[in-house]
C-alpha cells in the first residue's frame, strides 16, 4: 500500500446546497489561489509536510475519507461527520444536541456551543454536508444528542467514544485500507484545512475550529503554507529543464 505521503489529501468538496452554492465558491486570496490553479497538485506536493513530525495531527487523505464514509459503523461515522464538517473536539462531539441547531440565512442552520477547553461561545455556520447528514440518521433520542452508541445510547465520555474510534481506524489500517496516523483530531485538521485552501485566514480559521489564539489556526493548516511553498518552487521551473 502506497505511503500517506505519497497520496492526495481531501479536497474541497463540491457543495450543492441549493441556495448556498455560491457562498462555498470562495476565491482564494493570491498565494492561496496560485497554488489551487497550478499545473502541479499543491494537494500532492505538499503531502510529506503535512506528517512531518511523529506528533502532527495528519488530515485524511481523499482515499481514506472515502473509505470511512463508506464503511464505519454509525457510531463512528457521526463524531467523524462532526469533525470534518463543524470542525467539534471530541469533548464538544459528546456532548452536542440537535437543540443547539438552529436556521441561519447563510448556510440554513447554525450551530451555537460552549468549548470547554476554552470556554468560549461558538456560534458556527453548519456545511450542507454535515446538516444532509444529520437529517438522514434515523435514531433521535429525546434529549437531542446526536452522537451515540450503536443501541442509541450515549457515550459515557469523550474517552470511551475517542477508544472505539481509534480501535475501527487501527483495525481498518492493519487491513491495509487507511495508512498510519488517522484520527479523530486528523478531521478536525482536514476541516480547517479546507478553509484555509479556500481562502480563509489565519485569525478566520482559528474562530472557525473554535479556538481563541491565532497561532492555532497556523498550526492546523500549516501543511497548506509548505504545500504553496513547494507548488511555487516547481512553477518557477521551465518546460523542459
Known amino acids: 500500500m502506497a505511503s ?12 450543492t446546497m441549493a441556495g448556498s452554492a455560491a457562498i462555498f465558491e470562495v476565491s482564494a486570496p493570491p498565494a492561496i489561489g496560485h ?4 499545473g502541479v497538485s499543491c494537494e500532492m506536493v505538499g503531502a510529506s509536510a503535512a506528517r ?7 488530515p485524511f487523505a481523499a482515499p481514506e475519507w472515502q473509505f470511512a464514509r463508506e464503511n464505519a459503523p454509525l457510531e463512528v461515522l457521526i463524531p467523524m461527520m462532526q469533525a470534518r464538517y463543524a470542525g467539534l473536539r471530541g469533548q464538544t462531539i459528546v456532548k452536542v ?8 440565512p447563510l448556510t440554513g442552520q447554525a450551530v451555537r456551543y460552549y468549548a470547554r477547553k476554552n470556554k468560549k461561545i461558538v456560534f458556527l455556520p453548519v456545511l450542507p454536508e454535515l446538516q444532509a447528514f444529520m437529517a438522514e ?14 443501541d442509541g445510547s450515549a457515550w459515557e465520555s469523550e474517552k470511551e467514544m475517542q477508544t472505539r474510534m481509534s480501535h475501527w481506524l487501527r483495525d481498518q489500517e492493519r487491513a491495509g485500507h487507511i495508512g498510519a496516523g488517522t ?3 486528523g478531521l478536525r485538521v482536514s476541516y480547517a484545512s479546507w478553509w484555509r485552501r479556500n481562502g480563509a485566514t489565519k ?3 482559528t474562530d472557525l475550529i473554535g479556538d481563541i489564539s491565532p497561532r492555532m ?8 503554507e509548505s504545500e504553496v511553498n513547494i507548488t511555487r518552487a516547481f512553477n518557477r521551473l521551465k518546460v523542459g529543464t
Open 4 to 15: 500517506r505521503a505519497d497520496r492526495r489529501r481531501d479536497p474541497a468538496p463540491i457543495n
Open 35 to 38: 497554488a489551487r490553479s497550478c
Open 52 to 58: 512531518s513530525t511523529a506528533k502532527a495531527s495528519f
Open 97 to 104: 444536541n440537535r437543540k443547539q441547531f438552529e436556521p441561519h
Open 137 to 150: 440518521l434515523k435514531v433521535q433520542r429525546a434529549d437531542g444528542l446526536i452522537a451515540v452508541r450503536h
Open 183 to 185: 484520527t479523530l483530531h
Open 203 to 205: 485569525e478566520e480559521v
Open 217 to 224: 489556526g497556523e498550526h492546523y493548516t500549516r501543511h497548506v
